[in-house]
């Protein structure tokens, strides 16, 4: 299966919950929903990267699998993250954020990415689809 590609937000399941869970403030979880991101995903000599942009923010994050690294999340908090690679079609991102643990797994089909997004008890979904390559 190949991870990497270019995918577009299609829809979203309790993402707001979530937002409210790890403690993004009110006004950008009512910007949150306008937002339609694209997900650029490379990999190069076991350096990955994740390219995020949307209309408000671009994010980029580059790391190795297993190797713990530093990163600001879009609302601007600081935190520890770790990728590891659980199989073929799946990355499964854990996260520190002032001393709080979260945890996305991201999978991979022919057609989309579902990102699984984990807070303590509130779990959201947001589903990319592929974008075909030119």
Known sequence: ???????????SENYDAYL????????????????????????EGGVWKFDVKSSIKTTIINFKLGEPFDEE?????????TFFQESEDTLRQKQICQ????ETIFKFDDKEMVATLK???VTAIRV???IPED
Not at 99 to 102: F, H, K, L
């Open 119 to 121: 807070s303590g008890d």
């Open 99 to 102: 001393g709080r643990e979260y």
């Open 20 to 43: 409210a869970e790890i403690g993004v403030s009110y006004f950008y979880r009512c910007l949150a929903p306008s937002v339609k991101p694209i997900f650029t995903i490379t990999e």
């Open 1 to 11: 299966m190949k991870v990497e590609g270019k995918y577009s937000l299609s829809r």
């Open 128 to 130: 990319y689809e592929r």
């Open 73 to 81: 999340t879009p609302d601007g908090r600081m935190c520890n993250s």
